[in-house]
């Protein structure tokens, strides 16, 4: 009763309005244009949008004065940009597209066939349900945000056993891509594993070379046997303190190719994976080694 006194109030200061604008014969097409006008408002804010977009066809119609009209365009405007659609990709056990589908919300037909067009939805939780021939009703329950566009669900209809009642639906997430989050940081993760190892090579040389200077330098500790002791002794430090970096390089690259590898090979897949009982456990060995002369890495393991 309130929401219909709140709607005569409006409709009245749009007549006032109107009457500075229009003559007297055009009085009555005023207050049911302002009217239309008023609900349509009250419905919005109620979150019926559906019904408020049919008061507003009511008053952008040509009968309607160019005041009220060009409010009533405004709404119409904000109204198709703040209500959610949605697209159902409807699948049968198989996995095959069924199109002959009747989509119902909340008890309400709003299409007898998939088409892939969306289709526009008030905000707030509902009940969907999916009927096609073979196939027991499928129900699901979504709540739809205001201003949520293209939203794409997939619904599986769901064969029932002999003799049992319908199976309870199924509502399948849409297929993802299969570079999924894991498997980016996976990637980036193995790549900067593989400079490290890089890295821990370049040091690896860089010691031994130093190491060998070092020996050149100074052969033999007899006397005489060290031509340059002062820069055999930098370049032995030289050597040691590349062998460490090298040592650290391959460690944490090691670690990082490891890990990229397992989270790779362990990310989701679009596929159905394998029982849990019957996949092996990844595992993986790393083994660096590091002295004056070689650098090595050892890299085994099964996925």
């Known amino acids: 009763m309130i929401e219909g006194v709140q709607r005569r109030a409006r409709a009245v200061g749009w007549l006032v309005l109107g009457g500075l604008c229009v003559a007297p014969s055009a009085a009555a097409d005023f207050a049911q244009c302002a009217d239309a006008n008023a609900s349509a408002q009250v419905l919005q804010r109620a979150g019926k949008f559906t019904a408020a977009r049919v008061e507003l066809r009511k008053c952008v119609d040509a009968s309607c004065p160019d005041v009220v009209r060009a409010d009533c365009a405004q709404r119409q405007e904000e109204l198709e940009r703040l209500q959610p659609t949605i697209l159902f990709d ?28 969306a289709i526009r939805v008030d905000p707030g939780p509902h009940s969907f349900s999916f009927g096609a021939p073979g196939h027991p009703v499928t129900t699901a329950e979504f709540v739809i945000h205001e201003g949520e566009k293209l939203r794409n669900e997939r619904i599986v209809l769901v064969e029932p056993a002999d003799g049992a009642p319908p199976a309870v639906p199924v509502v399948a997430p849409p297929p ?128």
């Not at 100074?218 to 820069?231: D, Q, V």
Request: proline letters at 5%; hydrophobic letters at 45%.
């Open 176 to 303: 993802g891509s299969a570079w999924n989050t894991q498997r980016v940081a996976a990637v980036v993760g193995g790549a900067v594993g593989v400079a490290g190892v890089a890295v821990g090579a370049i040091f690896g040389i860089m010691a031994s070379s130093a190491l060998s200077k070092s020996k050149t330098e100074c052969a033999s500790a007899a006397p005489g046997g060290c031509s340059n002791h002062g820069a055999a002794v930098s370049d032995y430090q030289s050597a040691s303190t590349d062998g460490t970096v090298s040592t650290a390089a391959f460690i944490a690259g090691g670690v990082l190719v490891a890990a990229g590898v397992t989270l790779f090979f362990t990310a989701p897949s679009r596929t159905p994976a394998a029982p849990a009982a019957l996949r092996p456990a990844p595992t993986l060995a790393i083994v660096p080694a590091v002295d004056a002369h070689t650098a090595t890495l050892w890299l085994q393991g099964t996925f």
């Open 90 to 117: 409807v699948k049968d056990p198989g996995h095959h597209d069924v199109i002959q589908v009747s989509i119902s919300i909340d008890g309400q037909k709003v299409a007898d066939k998939v088409d892939g067009l």
